[in-house]
């Protein structure tokens, strides 16, 4: 599986962006895909997952309320829609596939795709 993430910007705090990560590889729908992301001189945490199906999803509590990761394996796309954005949301956000807890740990993860840039202005 390869994975390609775009969507990333410069935003006002307060805005919106939706990132997207196309995957390419027939097995792309056996993976939980998640996002992470990495801010400047900090290492690199966990955002978001969601499983093979679609129906679980689980948050990093900062987001909680405010992104939304999203799924449609017909398309082999994975969506990250962010609003309410904060400075602190300023990082490169990744991609990523492999199997629920390896996604959520962040370790093990089978696929990484390249980053998108988010920065978000006060």
């Known amino acids: 599986v390869q994975l390609q993430a775009s969507g990333g910007g410069l935003v006002q705090a307060g805005g919106s962006l939706r990132l997207s990560c196309a995957a390419s590889?027939?097995?792309?729908?056996?993976?939980?895909m998640g996002w992470f992301r990495q801010g400047p001189e900090k290492e690199r945490e966990f955002v978001a997952v969601?499983?093979?199906?679609?129906?679980?999803?689980y948050y990093k509590d900062s987001v909680k309320g405010r992104f939304t990761i999203s799924r449609d394996n017909a398309k082999n796309m994975v969506y990250l829609q962010m609003n309410s954005l904060k400075p602190e949301d300023t990082a490169v956000y990744y991609c990523?596939?492999?199997?629920?807890?390896?996604?959520?740990?962040?370790?093990?993860?089978?696929?990484w795709g390249q980053g998108t840039q988010v920065t978000v202005s006060s």
């Open positions: 990523a596939a492999g199997g629920w807890g390896t996604v959520v740990r962040g370790t093990g993860v089978d696929y």
């Open positions: 590889g027939r097995t792309f729908r056996n993976y939980a």
């Open positions: 969601i499983s093979w199906s679609g129906d679980i999803t």
